[in-house]
């Protein structure tokens, strides 16, 4: 099992980034990806979801309306468009993977995708994204 991210940078603010997470080794439509964030001296974030099964997307309150997800499942890639980029956003962005299937629990929602990094099988190494004032 395989998930590479990268299109981190150096950005000002207001700018744009796309990150990339290529997956393999796992059935990609049966699975929840997460991108998470992890800032110096802050706890790790859950920042956007998108649960392959059925196409649904969610977002941490700090990042909607600017960021969105997406997954091409022809290239087992989920991305993550982020615009109107601020200094907060600054971190190591690390994407996740975790089982869901067709029929998850009903504790399966977005806000336990977000906050259950614990939950998630495979894990990527992360892309630097910096977001200077």
């Known amino acids: 099992v395989q998930l590479v991210e990268s299109g981190g940078g150096l950005v000002q603010a207001g700018g744009s980034l796309r990150l990339s997470c290529k997956t393999s080794?796992?059935?990609?439509?049966?699975?929840?990806i997460t991108w998470f964030r992890h800032a110096p001296g802050k706890a790790r974030e859950g920042v956007s979801s998108?649960?392959?099964?059925?196409?649904?997307?969610y977002y941490t309150d700090a990042v909607k309306g600017r960021f969105t997800i997406s997954s091409d499942y022809a290239q087992n890639t989920v991305y993550l468009q982020m615009n109107g980029l601020k200094p907060e956003d600054t971190a190591m962005y690390y994407c996740?993977?975790?089982?869901?299937?067709?029929?998850?629990?009903?504790?399966?929602?977005?806000?336990?995708?977000?906050?259950?990094?614990?939950?998630?099988?495979?894990w990527g190494q992360g892309t630097q994204v910096t977001v200077s004032s």
């Open positions: 080794g796992f059935r990609f439509e049966d699975h929840v």
């Open positions: 998108i649960k392959n099964t059925d196409g649904s997307t």
């Open positions: 996740a993977a975790m089982f869901a299937g067709p029929d998850p629990p009903r504790y399966f929602t977005g806000s336990y995708y977000l906050n259950t990094p614990e939950a998630y099988n495979y």
